[in-house]
């Protein structure tokens, strides 16, 4: 079953035609990866999917519900969150207040939320009164997850989880990743390590200079030598 | 410079119109030059530079006293202004001299104001020079012994006539388009569009940044002498808030970045003014042209932020191709191409 | 004028009572320039507002004060509202000088509306005699008003802190004023919240205008700008994006300005102004973020 589908989205910046024709379908409950180089487009389709850029033309549907003029607030409510690149956290917030702004358009029960982040990131239950600018780079990450989680969204999209962290830390991160996706949650996600995205994501698409290029399975990925070389060098 | 040609024509132009119409319209022509010269030297600053100043009827306050003061006839000084210093007491320059000199410590004063209160950025660097206007105004206020305070000083000699005033346009506007037609006008245009991709350029920030500012506000000290031999009087009020509001938004309105806009915009703010003056007075309603104006620029913000050119300049091209328009479409064109 | 411990007393209290309004401004402004990188100078012409509606309420509506402060009340949230949905609203993501000029504009605008509409001279405000009670603490003649300024300047500024961090709503509003993008994330309805937070300052700028209007016993239209900016300069000195930080500021200008005035000799009275300024360009060298604000590109 679709959870989401974009139909031939495109997107401008100015005068910077950035998507053309931007056709994806994201099944319920995968992981899938957006793959590509700097400035392919990822990171826009993902801002174009919440909400803080409007698309020119196409139609982006969630369940069959067209999103694309609904403003960002509105898809929260709808199911859908972002963890954005660098995070964006409330830094001068405690660890607890930025979850529990997370849950401000939650569409359940905030305790729940609640426990189900600390659950899966003890850490921050640990530290919850503490200021978020207080953590190290990894917590503030698994705090942008938490903060993601806590309106209960059937879609979670993630942005360069892996910016600026050790690689033991992105290791974890990930693994947490597929415990959130077997309890319901569609993933999508953006990532630098293309490595890391096609180990952790069912599907992946392929986007260069804003058009879509391929989608594969990312077993057949791995084990196709050419996308190797290109993109894992 | 191609409008060379044209200088002739205007002093003849002005000779006809100073004998020819009344003192109120040949007072609206003079009026309309001072604004020019003090909208087109804020464009430097706030327009190409991008550096948005609020202070510049500070500027024009430090002119307009220094100006008065030094050309003020000895013989009145006694009378008027009798606690000034000696030296001052018994001195009675030419006006020329007291104008560069008005000028010149308006620009000294932006040199020493400007290096720590450019490094900041745009709204920090506005309210830093607001205060530089309240301060100036609070100096003005309250050092009696030069400025009578809030008494003001009257009957000052009326040297500013139109030939004084549209001469100091021309300088002015020459002077700019010195400026903003070689590399210093294109510095600045980086400067305004990325300070720090200008930087790696090569440009010297701060020395641009400060030469905008600095020069700007010589004008601005030119243009408040000429105010103050215009109008024949000259109080710390004259010189407030309002006066800057007034004159950014004939900057806004005419386009930041453009000289001929400038002209266009002080011109038709001025009359628009002066017209609504009467308004007020009749109904003894005061602060509706104040009113008009803060409506216009608001509007201006919201529709139209690049004012009439924008970066533009006016140029036959601009004014044949309106034509053209007007003629192909047998209506006005609401904007220009 | 000698310097005795009773002069310096009266002029700290003068201080904390012009502190008061700066910080009950600089709450406000805080907020809204957090979420839009706005100075909101038409905030001053808000007090204004608030003292004139409170006299023709006053005077129209019966003596009631407590009718009259609801006016007052009511009549600042309404600029407020307006001015966001008339003006800020429409500049959305366009650059911050565009923002600067036209709340200049917005306030020259509402400045000359009460001018034209009701008078262009200053005028007495009313006397309400209940707050004009002086006593005497060991030899210092306070009046009630001042007790009240300084309390509800405390009280304002303690209930909305408290406000930002309890009330779902207020949470959001520092949120907001601290990441707008991150705020709409969450989900957020950010226009929604600029409104608020912009009414509620606009409603306690009001307040400040009956404040003002008692304490000082005059009012003309003109009065609003330069509390707009003295607000500003609080802001910066006790810290940009802190509403703690916003309300310490306002004291710590009301104290400086009212204790130089007072300290040194008379005839620099007329530099109060003056004063603050030079504490802002200090501020602005020394410490530019504030002594409690956030790090935020002051420099370029």
Redo the contacts between chains.
Sequence with gaps: MTLLRLEKVNVSYDALHVLRDVSLEIEKGTIVALIGLNGAGKTTTLKTIMGALRPTSGRILLEDDDIAQLPSHRRVEKGISLVPEGRELFYTLTVKENLLLGAYARRGDVEQGLRRVHELFPILKERQNQHAGTLSGGEQQMLAVGRGLMSDPKLLMLDELSLGLAPSVVDRLYETVSQINSQGVTILLVEQHVDLALKVADFAYGLEMGEVTFRRRSQDLLKDETIKKAYLG | MAYVSAIPALFAFLYIANISLGPYEVFMMNLIGVYIIATVSLSLTNGYAGQFSLGHAGFMSIGGYIATILSFPVARKALLLSDLPPFLLHLELPFLASLLIGGAVAALVAAGVGLPVLRLRGHYLAVATLGMMVVVGALATNLIQFTRGPLGINGIPPYADSYWIYTWVIVTIFVMQRIVETKYGRSLKAIREDELAAASFGINVTRMKLFSFVVGAFFAGIAGGLFAHLITAIVPWTYSFVLTFDIVTMLIVGGMASISGSVIGAASLTILKQALKPVEEGLRIYGIVQLVIAVILIITMIKRPDGLLGHRELSLDMVMSLIRRHRSRGQLPISSP | MSITAEYVVIQVINGLVIGSVYALLALGMNTVYGML?L?NFAHGSVVMVGAYVFLLAMLNLGSVTPIALVATLVAGGLVGYVLELA?YR??RG?P???L???S???Y??I??????TLT?QPRPFLVIPELNILFDVYGITIRVVDIVVILSGIAISAAFVIYSKRA?SG??I??TA??I???????????RIIVLALVLGSVIAGFTGFVWGVKFGQID?GMG??LG?KA??AI?VGGI??IPGAVLGGYIIGLAEMLSVGLLPP??G??R??I???I??IA??VR?YGILG?KE????
């Design positions: 990188k100075i003006a429409r500049l366009k911050e000088v565009s600067l000029i036209t200049l504009g917005a020259i605008f400045e000359n509306f009460v001018r034209v262009s779902k949470i959001a520092k949120a601290e990441n993008r991150a705020a709409s994330l969450v989900g957020v309805n950010v226009d239209p700008f330069i900016v500003f300069v910066v994006g802190s005839v620099y007329g530099y102004d003056g603050v300024f030079f802002l360009i602005l060298l530019p956030v590109s002051v420099r370029v």
